[in-house]
């Protein structure tokens, strides 16, 4: 098992910076892809960004590129989502997620954290 706890999330205005941070316990971190998720109340579960193992290589979404970016730290057992410019449409709650697999697929990590509300005022 994988416990993953989410934390920095919060209510800012357009335009604020937030970072999130996923801690995670259990087992040997580094062998995990780590992804970030979010969920609004007129969206499903969608996908943010996704790191590898070793942090080698990143993905995002369409949406977030350029704004947002994901790092870890191995030695932390840590997972950042860096995000800047936020814009009320990034209202939701976030998400941290551990598999073996380096994916943007929701419904293939394993592991998931309670998550953490990011709300952007206008």
């Known amino acids: 098992q994988v416990q993953l706890v989410e934390s920095g999330g919060g209510l800012v205005q357009a335009g604020d910076s937030l970072r999130l941070s996923c801690a995670a316990s259990?087992?040997?971190?580094?062998?995990?892809?780590m992804g970030w998720f979010r969920r609004s109340p007129a969206k499903e579960r969608e996908f943010v960004a996704a790191i590898s193992r070793a942090g080698a290589r990143t993905n995002a979404a369409d949406s977030v590129k350029g704004r947002f970016t994901i790092s870890r730290d191995n030695a932390k057992n840590t997972v950042y989502l860096q995000m800047n410019s936020l814009k009320p449409e990034d209202t939701a709650v976030y998400y941290c997620a551990a598999d073996l697999s380096y994916t943007s697929i929701v419904n293939q990590y394993a592991y998931w954290g309670q998550g953490t509300q990011v709300s952007v005022s206008s």
């Open positions: 259990g087992r040997t971190f580094s062998n995990y892809a």
